[in-house]
């Protein structure tokens, strides 16, 4: 499974603008396993995806909650509450 990942703000920063997560058989294919798989690919995803940041999530440019689950294709956005403009 081929997922559009996308960093905005702080996080943008700290990973770059965006990433393609493929994720072969993630056993949990939501929002949340893909925040937790992000999380193990190196200390810098673990920091800057860190929960206690208050991470916004967007799936397919829509506000949605962790629970959400991920088709082929999909674009998945994490982003600091207040981005500023």
């Known amino acids: 499974m081929g997922i ?6 702080a996080v943008r920063e ?3 603008p965006q990433e393609v ?4 058989d ?3 294919a939501t929002v949340a396993g893909l925040l937790d798989w992000l ?3 190196s200390p810098a995803h673990a920091a800057a995806l860190d929960e206690s940041l208050g991470l ?6 829509a506000l949605c909650d962790l629970n959400e689950p991920l088709s ?3 674009e998945v956005a994490f ?3 207040v981005t500023g403009g």
Request: no cysteine; net charge positive; charged share 25%.
């Open 21 to 24: 997560a493929e994720l072969g």
């Open 79 to 81: 982003f600091p509450p």
């Open 39 to 41: 999380q193990g690919r």
């Open 56 to 61: 916004r999530t967007a799936l397919n440019q």
């Open 26 to 28: 993630l056993p949990n």
């Open 4 to 9: 559009t990942v996308r960093y905005f703000a």
């Open 72 to 74: 082929d294709g999909d």
């Open 14 to 16: 700290k990973l770059g």
